[in-house]
């Protein structure tokens, strides 16, 4: 069950972390249009959260669902 976890968090994370990292730069594009550098800094950054709370969103219901829920 542990390797559908990877798998599953390997295919959605990135997605997710893609979408973030998109709508987070349009945005600051937007309001800091004369700093795109720190457009970027900050799209990455939120990417890379999304990124690390979708993983671990993933993990844990698969635990959960394996542990809780019968079989």
């Given at each position: ?6 798998v599953?968090?390997l295919?959605?994370?990135?997605v ?5 990292y ?6 600051y ?15 990455l ?14 993990i ?12």
């Amino acid at each position: 069950m542990f390797r559908l976890a990877i798998v599953l968090a390997l295919v959605f994370s990135p997605v997710a972390a893609l979408s973030s990292y998109l709508i987070t730069y349009a945005e600051y594009k937007r309001h800091f249009p004369e700093d795109l550098r720190r457009a970027r800094k900050f799209s990455l950054t939120f990417a890379l959260m999304s990124f690390i709370f979708f993983t671990m969103m993933i993990i844990l219901a698969v635990i959960f669902i394996d542990k809780f829920l019968p079989k």
